[in-house]
Protein backbone atom coordinates (compact mmCIF):
# COMPACT_ATOMS: atom_id res chain seq x y z
CA UNK A 1 0.00 0.00 0.00
CA UNK A 2 0.88 3.27 -0.68
CA UNK A 3 2.42 5.50 2.50
CA UNK A 4 1.92 9.08 2.33
CA UNK A 5 4.57 11.37 4.44
CA UNK A 6 2.92 12.55 7.85
CA UNK A 7 3.30 16.49 7.84
CA UNK A 8 3.74 18.76 11.00
CA UNK A 9 0.72 20.29 12.50
CA UNK A 10 2.51 23.63 11.29
CA UNK A 11 3.01 22.71 7.60
CA UNK A 12 -0.98 21.24 7.25
CA UNK A 13 -2.13 24.57 8.53
CA UNK A 14 0.31 26.79 6.53
CA UNK A 15 -1.97 24.58 3.52
CA UNK A 16 -5.93 25.09 4.50
CA UNK A 17 -6.24 28.73 4.13
CA UNK A 18 -7.95 29.03 0.46
CA UNK A 19 -8.98 26.56 -1.77
CA UNK A 20 -6.62 23.82 -3.19
CA UNK A 21 -6.79 20.05 -4.45
CA UNK A 22 -6.67 17.23 -1.38
CA UNK A 23 -5.27 13.97 -1.71
CA UNK A 24 -6.20 10.82 0.30
CA UNK A 25 -4.77 8.02 1.22
CA UNK A 26 -6.65 5.02 0.29
CA UNK A 27 -7.35 2.39 3.04
CA UNK A 28 -10.01 -0.30 1.53
CA UNK A 29 -13.10 0.95 0.94
CA UNK A 30 -12.11 4.69 0.79
CA UNK A 31 -11.57 7.36 -1.68
CA UNK A 32 -10.78 11.33 -1.66
CA UNK A 33 -11.96 12.99 1.80
CA UNK A 34 -13.46 15.92 -0.37
CA UNK A 35 -16.87 16.45 -2.52
CA UNK A 36 -17.51 19.65 -4.38
CA UNK A 37 -17.75 22.43 -2.32
CA UNK A 38 -20.94 23.33 -0.69
CA UNK A 39 -22.52 26.98 -1.75
CA UNK A 40 -24.08 28.71 0.40
CA UNK A 41 -26.72 30.83 -0.43
CA UNK A 42 -25.28 33.82 1.04
CA UNK A 43 -21.82 32.79 0.35
CA UNK A 44 -21.02 32.80 4.07
CA UNK A 45 -19.16 30.20 5.90
CA UNK A 46 -21.82 28.27 7.86
CA UNK A 47 -21.48 28.15 12.03
CA UNK A 48 -21.25 24.61 13.09
CA UNK A 49 -22.74 22.45 16.54
CA UNK A 50 -21.84 18.94 16.52
CA UNK A 51 -22.74 17.58 19.41
CA UNK A 52 -22.16 13.99 21.04
CA UNK A 53 -23.63 12.27 23.94
CA UNK A 54 -22.18 9.32 25.64
CA UNK A 55 -23.26 5.75 26.01
CA UNK A 56 -26.11 6.06 24.61
CA UNK A 57 -27.41 3.44 21.65
CA UNK A 58 -29.67 4.10 18.26
CA UNK A 59 -32.69 2.74 20.15
CA UNK A 60 -32.37 4.94 22.58
CA UNK A 61 -33.61 7.79 21.17
CA UNK A 62 -37.71 8.16 20.63
CA UNK A 63 -37.54 8.54 17.13
CA UNK A 64 -35.46 5.37 16.97
CA UNK A 65 -38.28 2.73 18.43
CA UNK A 66 -37.61 3.93 22.58
CA UNK A 67 -41.04 4.33 23.87
CA UNK A 68 -40.47 5.19 27.44
CA UNK A 69 -38.11 8.89 27.15
CA UNK A 70 -39.54 11.47 25.84
CA UNK A 71 -37.14 12.95 23.50
CA UNK A 72 -39.66 15.60 21.33
CA UNK A 73 -37.44 18.28 20.36
CA UNK A 74 -34.44 15.08 19.20
CA UNK A 75 -37.70 13.66 17.35
CA UNK A 76 -38.72 16.59 15.49
CA UNK A 77 -34.94 17.47 14.56
CA UNK A 78 -34.39 13.95 12.67
CA UNK A 79 -37.89 14.37 11.31
CA UNK A 80 -37.49 17.63 9.95
CA UNK A 81 -33.60 16.68 9.36
CA UNK A 82 -31.76 13.73 7.99
CA UNK A 83 -31.11 10.65 9.48
CA UNK A 84 -28.87 8.00 9.15
CA UNK A 85 -30.22 4.46 9.37
CA UNK A 86 -26.60 2.98 9.67
CA UNK A 87 -24.00 5.42 11.24
CA UNK A 88 -21.41 3.49 13.20
CA UNK A 89 -19.47 4.32 16.00
CA UNK A 90 -16.77 2.43 18.30
CA UNK A 91 -17.74 0.86 21.06
CA UNK A 92 -15.21 2.88 23.31
CA UNK A 93 -15.20 6.44 24.28
CA UNK A 94 -11.87 7.86 23.34
CA UNK A 95 -11.34 5.83 20.22
CA UNK A 96 -14.56 7.40 18.55
CA UNK A 97 -13.43 10.80 19.68
CA UNK A 98 -9.92 10.67 18.49
CA UNK A 99 -11.67 9.42 15.00
CA UNK A 100 -14.18 12.52 15.50
CA UNK A 101 -11.59 14.87 15.74
CA UNK A 102 -9.54 14.00 13.10
CA UNK A 103 -11.44 11.58 10.36
CA UNK A 104 -8.16 8.99 11.52
CA UNK A 105 -8.79 5.97 12.29
CA UNK A 106 -7.51 6.40 15.78
CA UNK A 107 -5.21 3.49 15.71
CA UNK A 108 -3.01 6.27 14.27
CA UNK A 109 -3.78 8.73 16.69
CA UNK A 110 -1.79 7.11 19.80
CA UNK A 111 -5.50 6.31 21.41
CA UNK A 112 -5.57 2.71 22.13
CA UNK A 113 -8.71 2.74 24.50
CA UNK A 114 -10.18 4.59 27.63
CA UNK A 115 -7.50 4.80 30.28
CA UNK A 116 -4.43 3.01 31.43
CA UNK A 117 -2.53 5.02 29.32
CA UNK A 118 -4.79 4.45 26.52
CA UNK A 119 -6.29 7.33 25.74
CA UNK A 120 -3.68 9.82 25.14
CA UNK A 121 -3.46 11.71 21.61
CA UNK A 122 -0.67 12.95 20.46
CA UNK A 123 -0.34 16.48 20.42
CA UNK A 124 0.78 16.95 16.72
CA UNK A 125 -2.49 15.30 15.39
CA UNK A 126 -4.97 17.87 13.66
CA UNK A 127 -8.71 18.37 14.97
CA UNK A 128 -11.80 20.13 13.63
CA UNK A 129 -10.82 23.02 15.92
CA UNK A 130 -7.78 23.50 14.20
CA UNK A 131 -8.61 23.79 10.61
CA UNK A 132 -11.85 25.68 11.47
CA UNK A 133 -9.89 27.93 13.64
CA UNK A 134 -7.44 28.48 10.84
CA UNK A 135 -10.41 29.59 8.80
CA UNK A 136 -11.58 32.55 10.60
CA UNK A 137 -13.79 30.41 13.21
CA UNK A 138 -14.50 31.20 17.07
CA UNK A 139 -14.27 27.88 18.72
CA UNK A 140 -15.22 26.00 22.16
CA UNK A 141 -15.42 22.87 23.40
CA UNK A 142 -17.96 22.22 26.26
CA UNK A 143 -18.39 18.90 27.88
CA UNK A 144 -16.13 15.70 27.65
CA UNK A 145 -13.00 15.54 25.94
CA UNK A 146 -11.09 12.24 27.20
CA UNK A 147 -8.06 12.51 24.86
CA UNK A 148 -5.30 13.64 26.82
CA UNK A 149 -5.60 15.66 30.05
CA UNK A 150 -1.89 17.48 29.70
CA UNK A 151 0.18 19.93 27.54
CA UNK A 152 -0.18 18.92 24.45
CA UNK A 153 -3.33 17.34 23.93
CA UNK A 154 -5.87 19.32 26.28
CA UNK A 155 -8.44 20.83 24.21
CA UNK A 156 -6.72 24.73 24.67
CA UNK A 157 -3.51 22.51 22.84
CA UNK A 158 -6.03 21.32 20.15
CA UNK A 159 -7.17 24.22 18.74
CA UNK A 160 -10.34 25.23 21.01
CA UNK A 161 -10.57 29.25 22.49
CA UNK A 162 -12.75 28.53 25.13
CA UNK A 163 -13.14 25.09 26.87
CA UNK A 164 -15.27 23.97 29.96
CA UNK A 165 -14.59 20.41 30.68
CA UNK A 166 -14.16 17.41 33.30
CA UNK A 167 -10.95 15.68 32.81
CA UNK A 168 -10.48 11.66 32.27
CA UNK A 169 -13.18 9.23 30.64
CA UNK A 170 -16.37 10.48 33.36
CA UNK A 171 -17.22 12.81 35.48
CA UNK A 172 -16.20 11.50 38.83
CA UNK A 173 -13.02 9.89 37.79
CA UNK A 174 -10.11 10.21 38.27
CA UNK A 175 -8.04 12.70 39.19
CA UNK A 176 -11.14 14.92 39.33
CA UNK A 177 -12.79 12.46 42.00
CA UNK A 178 -14.84 12.79 44.36
CA UNK A 179 -17.17 14.75 42.27
CA UNK A 180 -21.07 15.07 40.66
CA UNK A 181 -23.05 15.11 37.76
CA UNK A 182 -25.17 18.49 40.65
CA UNK A 183 -23.04 20.87 41.32
CA UNK A 184 -19.95 19.61 39.20
CA UNK A 185 -16.20 20.96 39.38
CA UNK A 186 -15.03 21.57 36.08
CA UNK A 187 -12.17 22.72 33.97
CA UNK A 188 -12.81 26.01 32.52
CA UNK A 189 -9.71 27.48 30.35
CA UNK A 190 -7.69 25.46 32.54
CA UNK A 191 -8.66 26.37 35.48
CA UNK A 192 -10.66 24.08 37.84
CA UNK A 193 -13.71 25.80 38.52
CA UNK A 194 -17.01 25.00 41.15
CA UNK A 195 -20.35 25.15 38.84
CA UNK A 196 -24.12 25.00 39.95
CA UNK A 197 -26.69 23.37 38.11
CA UNK A 198 -27.20 19.71 36.83
CA UNK A 199 -24.01 18.90 34.18
CA UNK A 200 -25.64 18.82 31.12
CA UNK A 201 -27.75 22.20 32.39
CA UNK A 202 -23.92 23.28 32.74
CA UNK A 203 -22.24 22.63 29.40
CA UNK A 204 -25.77 23.27 27.79
CA UNK A 205 -25.62 26.94 29.40
CA UNK A 206 -21.75 27.34 28.25
CA UNK A 207 -22.35 27.03 24.39
CA UNK A 208 -25.36 29.14 24.41
CA UNK A 209 -23.34 32.08 26.10
CA UNK A 210 -20.11 31.38 23.75
CA UNK A 211 -22.74 31.53 20.96
CA UNK A 212 -24.33 34.86 22.08
CA UNK A 213 -20.69 36.18 22.50
CA UNK A 214 -19.46 34.91 18.87
CA UNK A 215 -22.40 35.50 16.96
CA UNK A 216 -21.26 38.27 14.62
CA UNK A 217 -18.51 35.78 13.15
CA UNK A 218 -18.65 32.20 12.66
CA UNK A 219 -18.04 29.73 15.30
CA UNK A 220 -17.74 25.92 15.90
CA UNK A 221 -19.17 24.66 18.81
CA UNK A 222 -18.74 21.03 20.11
CA UNK A 223 -21.00 19.91 22.53
CA UNK A 224 -19.85 16.44 24.45
CA UNK A 225 -22.25 15.94 26.90
CA UNK A 226 -21.02 13.45 29.33
CA UNK A 227 -24.65 11.62 29.91
CA UNK A 228 -25.45 8.49 29.86
CA UNK A 229 -22.11 7.43 31.10
CA UNK A 230 -22.02 6.95 35.00
CA UNK A 231 -19.99 8.86 37.45
CA UNK A 232 -17.52 6.71 38.93
CA UNK A 233 -18.90 6.85 42.75
CA UNK A 234 -22.42 7.19 42.07
CA UNK A 235 -23.23 5.75 39.14
CA UNK A 236 -25.92 7.25 37.03
CA UNK A 237 -27.56 10.66 38.08
CA UNK A 238 -29.75 12.87 37.13
CA UNK A 239 -32.16 14.81 39.12
CA UNK A 240 -34.77 13.80 40.76
CA UNK A 241 -37.62 15.38 38.70
CA UNK A 242 -36.41 14.03 35.50
CA UNK A 243 -36.55 10.29 36.94
CA UNK A 244 -39.54 10.34 39.13
CA UNK A 245 -42.16 9.26 36.37
CA UNK A 246 -39.97 5.86 35.45
CA UNK A 247 -39.98 4.80 38.73
CA UNK A 248 -43.54 5.43 39.50
CA UNK A 249 -43.87 3.29 36.42
CA UNK A 250 -42.01 0.67 38.49
CA UNK A 251 -38.46 0.90 36.58
CA UNK A 252 -35.54 0.50 38.51
CA UNK A 253 -33.81 3.16 39.46
CA UNK A 254 -30.25 2.68 36.77
CA UNK A 255 -33.18 2.25 33.80
CA UNK A 256 -35.09 5.22 35.19
CA UNK A 257 -32.46 7.36 35.92
CA UNK A 258 -30.95 6.76 32.41
CA UNK A 259 -34.40 7.62 30.91
CA UNK A 260 -34.29 10.84 32.71
CA UNK A 261 -31.15 11.36 31.72
CA UNK A 262 -32.13 11.53 28.06
CA UNK A 263 -35.01 13.65 28.69
CA UNK A 264 -33.33 16.20 30.30
CA UNK A 265 -30.60 16.27 27.25
CA UNK A 266 -33.92 16.85 24.88
CA UNK A 267 -34.98 19.42 26.75
CA UNK A 268 -31.31 21.23 26.47
CA UNK A 269 -31.71 19.95 22.84
CA UNK A 270 -34.18 22.35 22.45
CA UNK A 271 -33.24 25.01 24.62
CA UNK A 272 -30.32 25.71 22.28
CA UNK A 273 -32.20 25.49 19.11
CA UNK A 274 -35.17 27.64 20.38
CA UNK A 275 -31.83 30.31 21.34
CA UNK A 276 -30.21 29.89 17.66
CA UNK A 277 -33.82 30.63 16.54
CA UNK A 278 -33.93 34.05 18.59
CA UNK A 279 -30.72 35.21 17.62
CA UNK A 280 -31.43 34.25 13.77
CA UNK A 281 -28.79 31.90 13.27
CA UNK A 282 -30.37 28.81 13.28
CA UNK A 283 -30.56 29.17 8.54
CA UNK A 284 -26.77 29.10 8.48
CA UNK A 285 -26.11 26.58 11.21
CA UNK A 286 -25.09 23.28 10.34
CA UNK A 287 -26.49 21.12 13.22
CA UNK A 288 -24.88 17.17 14.14
CA UNK A 289 -26.52 15.23 16.86
CA UNK A 290 -24.65 11.75 17.32
CA UNK A 291 -23.13 9.20 20.00
CA UNK A 292 -19.70 7.84 20.59
CA UNK A 293 -21.19 4.34 21.47
CA UNK A 294 -23.45 1.94 21.59
CA UNK A 295 -23.41 1.09 25.21
CA UNK A 296 -27.08 0.29 24.97
CA UNK A 297 -28.90 2.19 28.84
CA UNK A 298 -32.58 0.89 28.12
CA UNK A 299 -33.14 -0.09 24.13
CA UNK A 300 -31.25 -2.29 21.75
CA UNK A 301 -34.47 -2.37 19.18
CA UNK A 302 -33.76 -6.04 19.00
CA UNK A 303 -29.96 -5.72 18.31
CA UNK A 304 -27.77 -8.16 18.92
CA UNK A 305 -25.03 -6.70 21.23
CA UNK A 306 -25.13 -4.33 24.94
CA UNK A 307 -22.02 -2.75 26.43
CA UNK A 308 -18.76 -2.04 25.98
CA UNK A 309 -17.63 -5.80 25.13
CA UNK A 310 -18.47 -6.92 21.49
CA UNK A 311 -18.62 -6.08 17.73
CA UNK A 312 -22.36 -6.47 17.18
CA UNK A 313 -24.71 -3.47 15.87
CA UNK A 314 -26.20 -3.07 19.40
CA UNK A 315 -22.88 -1.77 20.58
CA UNK A 316 -21.93 0.02 17.07
CA UNK A 317 -24.88 1.60 15.67
CA UNK A 318 -25.95 5.06 17.36
CA UNK A 319 -28.41 7.77 16.58
CA UNK A 320 -27.09 10.24 14.05
CA UNK A 321 -29.19 13.57 13.29
CA UNK A 322 -28.20 16.72 11.06
CA UNK A 323 -30.10 19.87 9.71
CA UNK A 324 -28.52 22.82 7.74
CA UNK A 325 -31.62 24.50 6.32
CA UNK A 326 -32.06 25.07 3.14
CA UNK A 327 -28.85 22.95 2.48
CA UNK A 328 -30.47 19.62 3.17
CA UNK A 329 -33.60 18.19 2.66
CA UNK A 330 -36.37 17.23 5.18
CA UNK A 331 -37.47 14.26 5.84
CA UNK A 332 -34.63 12.37 4.54
CA UNK A 333 -33.24 8.96 5.71
CA UNK A 334 -29.94 7.39 4.40
CA UNK A 335 -29.30 3.70 4.83
CA UNK A 336 -25.45 4.02 3.63
CA UNK A 337 -23.03 2.74 5.92
CA UNK A 338 -21.27 6.02 7.38
CA UNK A 339 -19.02 6.72 10.75
CA UNK A 340 -17.85 9.14 12.94
CA UNK A 341 -14.56 9.41 11.25
CA UNK A 342 -16.86 11.25 8.91
CA UNK A 343 -17.49 14.40 10.15
CA UNK A 344 -14.44 16.12 9.51
CA UNK A 345 -14.10 15.99 6.37
CA UNK A 346 -18.02 17.05 6.01
CA UNK A 347 -18.01 19.84 7.80
CA UNK A 348 -14.57 20.87 5.80
CA UNK A 349 -16.62 20.36 2.55
CA UNK A 350 -19.82 21.86 3.75
CA UNK A 351 -17.62 24.99 4.75
CA UNK A 352 -15.41 24.90 1.20
CA UNK A 353 -12.19 24.65 3.04
CA UNK A 354 -9.42 22.82 1.06
CA UNK A 355 -5.99 22.08 1.80
CA UNK A 356 -2.95 21.42 -0.14
CA UNK A 357 -1.10 19.10 1.93
CA UNK A 358 -2.45 16.08 4.26
CA UNK A 359 -1.85 13.67 6.81
CA UNK A 360 -2.95 10.08 6.06
CA UNK A 361 -6.52 10.69 6.29
CA UNK A 362 -9.81 7.60 6.47
CA UNK A 363 -13.02 9.11 6.06
CA UNK A 364 -14.87 10.16 3.30
CA UNK A 365 -17.54 13.77 3.14
CA UNK A 366 -20.87 13.03 3.55
CA UNK A 367 -22.17 15.86 1.87
CA UNK A 368 -23.48 14.36 -1.19
CA UNK A 369 -25.42 11.93 0.97
CA UNK A 370 -26.75 14.70 2.75
CA UNK A 371 -28.10 16.74 0.08
CA UNK A 372 -29.91 13.61 -0.92
CA UNK A 373 -27.67 12.65 -3.82
CA UNK A 374 -27.04 8.85 -2.82
CA UNK A 375 -26.32 7.52 -6.21
CA UNK A 376 -22.92 9.39 -5.74
CA UNK A 377 -21.90 7.17 -3.15
CA UNK A 378 -19.21 4.76 -2.86
CA UNK A 379 -20.98 1.39 -2.81
CA UNK A 380 -17.55 -1.18 -2.01
CA UNK A 381 -17.05 0.90 0.91
CA UNK A 382 -15.44 -1.01 4.18
CA UNK A 383 -15.40 0.64 7.72
CA UNK A 384 -12.82 -1.08 10.25
CA UNK A 385 -13.53 -1.01 14.13
CA UNK A 386 -11.51 -2.69 16.97
CA UNK A 387 -11.69 -2.68 20.73
CA UNK A 388 -9.89 -4.14 23.74
CA UNK A 389 -8.05 -3.59 26.77
CA UNK A 390 -4.15 -3.22 26.74
CA UNK A 391 -2.21 -0.79 24.80
CA UNK A 392 -0.39 -3.70 22.14
CA UNK A 393 -3.72 -4.40 19.51
CA UNK A 394 -3.59 -8.07 18.18
CA UNK A 395 -4.31 -8.92 15.02
CA UNK A 396 -8.18 -9.21 15.05
CA UNK A 397 -8.75 -9.62 18.36
CA UNK A 398 -12.49 -8.13 18.84
CA UNK A 399 -12.66 -6.61 15.60
CA UNK A 400 -15.08 -5.78 12.75
CA UNK A 401 -15.25 -5.30 8.92
CA UNK A 402 -18.39 -3.91 7.69
CA UNK A 403 -19.67 -3.00 4.30
CA UNK A 404 -22.83 -1.75 3.01
CA UNK A 405 -24.39 -5.87 3.25
CA UNK A 406 -21.75 -7.99 5.08
CA UNK A 407 -20.09 -7.72 8.45
CA UNK A 408 -17.28 -9.62 9.54
CA UNK A 409 -16.15 -10.17 13.13
CA UNK A 410 -13.06 -11.78 14.46
CA UNK A 411 -12.71 -13.27 17.91
CA UNK A 412 -15.83 -11.97 18.99
CA UNK A 413 -16.65 -11.09 23.05
CA UNK A 414 -12.72 -10.69 23.73
CA UNK A 415 -12.58 -7.40 24.88
CA UNK A 416 -11.01 -7.56 27.88
CA UNK A 417 -8.77 -11.00 26.98
CA UNK A 418 -5.51 -8.72 27.56
CA UNK A 419 -3.69 -11.51 26.86
CA UNK A 420 -5.42 -13.10 24.09
CA UNK A 421 -3.24 -15.13 21.89
CA UNK A 422 -4.84 -14.99 17.94
CA UNK A 423 -4.15 -17.43 15.25
CA UNK A 424 -2.97 -15.71 11.96
CA UNK A 425 -3.32 -18.77 9.45
CA UNK A 426 -6.58 -19.83 11.20
CA UNK A 427 -8.45 -17.03 13.08
CA UNK A 428 -11.85 -17.37 14.61
CA UNK A 429 -14.00 -15.31 12.32
CA UNK A 430 -18.05 -14.51 12.03
CA UNK A 431 -19.78 -13.16 9.13
CA UNK A 432 -22.85 -12.26 8.95
CA UNK A 433 -25.43 -11.25 5.77
CA UNK A 434 -26.77 -7.77 7.60
CA UNK A 435 -29.24 -7.13 4.68
CA UNK A 436 -31.30 -10.45 5.58
CA UNK A 437 -30.11 -10.50 8.85
CA UNK A 438 -29.68 -7.50 11.19
CA UNK A 439 -29.77 -9.12 14.16
CA UNK A 440 -26.72 -11.27 13.48
CA UNK A 441 -28.45 -14.68 14.32
CA UNK A 442 -26.84 -16.50 11.11
CA UNK A 443 -23.11 -17.06 11.28
CA UNK A 444 -22.48 -17.84 7.46
CA UNK A 445 -18.91 -17.90 7.29
CA UNK A 446 -19.18 -21.42 6.38
CA UNK A 447 -21.24 -20.56 3.61
CA UNK A 448 -19.10 -17.51 2.22
CA UNK A 449 -15.67 -18.26 2.06
CA UNK A 450 -14.73 -15.83 -0.68
CA UNK A 451 -16.67 -13.28 1.09
CA UNK A 452 -14.87 -13.69 4.66
CA UNK A 453 -11.30 -14.14 2.49
CA UNK A 454 -12.36 -10.74 0.83
CA UNK A 455 -12.71 -9.10 4.18
CA UNK A 456 -10.02 -10.09 6.13
CA UNK A 457 -7.69 -9.59 3.52
CA UNK A 458 -9.11 -5.62 3.91
CA UNK A 459 -8.60 -5.90 7.20
CA UNK A 460 -4.74 -7.14 7.18
CA UNK A 461 -4.27 -4.45 5.11
CA UNK A 462 -6.08 -2.03 7.17
CA UNK A 463 -4.66 -3.27 10.67
CA UNK A 464 -0.78 -3.08 8.96
CA UNK A 465 -1.35 0.33 7.50
CA UNK A 466 -2.51 1.97 11.03
CA UNK A 467 0.23 -0.20 13.15
CA UNK A 468 2.75 2.04 10.58
CA UNK A 469 1.22 5.20 11.54
CA UNK A 470 2.92 5.33 15.20
CA UNK A 471 3.44 1.69 15.85
CA UNK A 472 0.20 1.89 18.49
CA UNK A 473 2.32 4.23 20.81
CA UNK A 474 0.17 6.99 22.79
CA UNK A 475 1.01 10.13 23.10
CA UNK A 476 3.90 11.64 25.41
CA UNK A 477 3.08 14.42 27.83
CA UNK A 478 5.20 17.19 27.91
CA UNK A 479 7.17 17.99 31.08
CA UNK A 480 8.92 21.45 31.84
CA UNK A 481 7.21 23.32 29.37
CA UNK A 482 5.65 27.12 30.05
CA UNK A 483 2.53 25.75 28.81
CA UNK A 484 1.81 23.75 31.66
CA UNK A 485 3.62 24.11 35.15
CA UNK A 486 3.21 21.84 37.26
CA UNK A 487 1.72 19.23 35.08
CA UNK A 488 -0.30 16.58 37.07
CA UNK A 489 0.79 12.69 36.29
CA UNK A 490 -2.67 10.59 36.79
CA UNK A 491 -1.52 7.03 37.82
CA UNK A 492 -4.61 5.52 36.66
CA UNK A 493 -5.78 7.70 34.05
CA UNK A 494 -2.33 8.07 32.05
CA UNK A 495 0.03 5.77 33.59
CA UNK A 496 1.12 2.78 30.77
CA UNK A 497 0.15 -0.80 32.26
CA UNK A 498 1.68 -4.06 31.88
CA UNK A 499 -0.21 -6.75 33.44
CA UNK A 500 -2.39 -4.70 34.74
CA UNK A 501 0.53 -2.85 36.93
CA UNK A 502 1.36 0.84 35.91
CA UNK A 503 4.92 1.22 34.90
CA UNK A 504 5.16 4.97 34.32
CA UNK A 505 4.20 7.90 31.97
CA UNK A 506 5.40 8.39 28.64
CA UNK A 507 7.16 11.75 28.62
CA UNK A 508 9.03 14.50 26.99
CA UNK A 509 11.32 16.77 28.67
CA UNK A 510 11.31 20.01 26.86
CA UNK A 511 14.02 21.10 29.15
CA UNK A 512 16.69 19.89 31.15
CA UNK A 513 16.89 21.38 35.06
CA UNK A 514 15.56 21.11 38.19
CA UNK A 515 11.96 19.63 38.83
CA UNK A 516 10.18 19.40 42.00
CA UNK A 517 8.51 16.16 42.43
CA UNK A 518 5.19 15.40 44.51
CA UNK A 519 3.94 12.35 45.32
CA UNK A 520 0.59 11.30 46.34
CA UNK A 521 1.50 8.73 49.21
CA UNK A 522 -2.03 7.97 50.66
CA UNK A 523 -1.99 7.14 54.04
CA UNK A 524 2.22 6.72 54.08
CA UNK A 525 3.93 8.45 56.74
CA UNK A 526 7.04 6.71 57.22
CA UNK A 527 10.54 7.45 56.18
CA UNK A 528 11.41 6.39 52.85
CA UNK A 529 12.61 7.36 49.96
CA UNK A 530 11.49 8.12 46.57
CA UNK A 531 12.44 6.84 43.44
CA UNK A 532 12.43 8.29 39.87
CA UNK A 533 12.55 6.18 37.22
CA UNK A 534 14.00 7.80 33.32
CA UNK A 535 14.31 5.32 30.75
CA UNK A 536 16.61 3.00 32.10
CA UNK A 537 18.59 5.25 34.79
CA UNK A 538 16.77 5.14 38.49
CA UNK A 539 18.05 7.74 41.10
CA UNK A 540 16.29 8.22 44.37
CA UNK A 541 16.38 10.32 47.65
CA UNK A 542 15.41 9.96 50.97
CA UNK A 543 12.09 11.57 52.27
CA UNK A 544 11.31 11.97 56.22
CA UNK A 545 8.32 11.02 57.83
CA UNK A 546 5.58 12.51 56.20
CA UNK A 547 7.34 14.35 53.44
CA UNK A 548 5.86 13.74 49.66
CA UNK A 549 8.42 16.16 47.56
CA UNK A 550 11.83 15.79 46.53
CA UNK A 551 13.90 17.62 43.67
CA UNK A 552 15.66 16.49 40.89
CA UNK A 553 17.92 17.26 38.17
CA UNK A 554 16.24 15.54 34.82
CA UNK A 555 17.62 16.19 31.46
CA UNK A 556 15.64 16.74 28.32
CA UNK A 557 14.10 13.32 27.03
CA UNK A 558 11.67 11.49 25.47
CA UNK A 559 11.30 8.63 27.58
CA UNK A 560 9.12 6.86 30.02
CA UNK A 561 8.94 8.07 33.65
CA UNK A 562 8.06 6.17 36.93
CA UNK A 563 8.10 7.67 40.71
CA UNK A 564 7.30 6.11 43.61
CA UNK A 565 8.08 5.90 47.29
CA UNK A 566 9.53 2.40 48.99
CA UNK A 567 10.21 2.16 52.57
CA UNK A 568 13.52 0.22 52.94
CA UNK A 569 13.47 -3.29 53.13
CA UNK A 570 10.40 -3.17 51.73
CA UNK A 571 9.12 -4.57 48.07
CA UNK A 572 7.97 -2.11 45.89
CA UNK A 573 4.61 -3.13 44.70
CA UNK A 574 2.86 -1.22 42.17
CA UNK A 575 -0.72 0.05 43.03
CA UNK A 576 -3.51 -0.82 40.37
CA UNK A 577 -6.03 0.80 42.03
CA UNK A 578 -8.67 3.61 40.53
CA UNK A 579 -7.51 5.74 43.03
CA UNK A 580 -5.49 9.01 43.30
CA UNK A 581 -2.18 7.37 45.46
CA UNK A 582 0.52 7.26 43.74
CA UNK A 583 -0.28 10.24 41.53
CA UNK A 584 2.74 12.87 41.23
CA UNK A 585 2.81 16.48 40.21
CA UNK A 586 5.65 17.76 38.58
CA UNK A 587 6.69 21.26 38.56
CA UNK A 588 9.92 22.87 37.00
CA UNK A 589 11.71 25.19 39.17
CA UNK A 590 14.85 26.18 36.65
CA UNK A 591 16.38 25.13 33.35
CA UNK A 592 19.43 25.08 31.90
Known sequence: MKKVRMFTRREFLRGTAGVAGAAAMMVPGCRSVFSRPA??????????????IDNIGFADIGI?????????????????GVQFDRFYSNPLCAPTRACLMTCRYYYRTGVIHTSRGGAKMHGDELTIADLLKKNGYATGIFGKWHLGDNYPMRPQDQGFDETLIHKSGRLGQVPDAPNTYIDPKLWRNGQRVQTRGYCTDVFTDATIDFIEKNRKQPFFVYLPTNIGHSASDVGLEVPEKYSALYKAMGLDDKVATACGMIDNLDENFGRLLDRLDSLRLRENTLIIFLSDDGNVRINTGGLRGRGYSNLYDGSLKTPCFAQWPGRFPGGLKIDKIASHIDILPT??????????????????????????????????????????????????????????????????????????KTSEDNPILELYDLATDPKEEKNIAGKYPEMVAKLRTAYDKWFDDVKSSRGFAPGYIHLGS???????????????????????WPVYIERSGRYELTINRGDSLEKTRMFVKLGKRTISQPLDRGESKAVFTLPSVRAKLNVWVQEQGKPYVPRAAEDKIGDVIVRRIDHD
Not at 39 to 52: E, H, V, Y
Request: net charge positive; hydrophobic share 35%.
Open 64 to 80: NGNKLVKTPHLDRFARE
Open 39 to 52: NAASGDKPNIILIM
Open 347 to 420: LLDACAIKTNSTPTIDGLSLLALLRGKAEQWPDDRMLFLQCHRGLTPQRYQNCAVITQRFKLIGYPNTFGQRKL
Open 482 to 504: DAENPAYLCRYQDSSYIDRKPTG
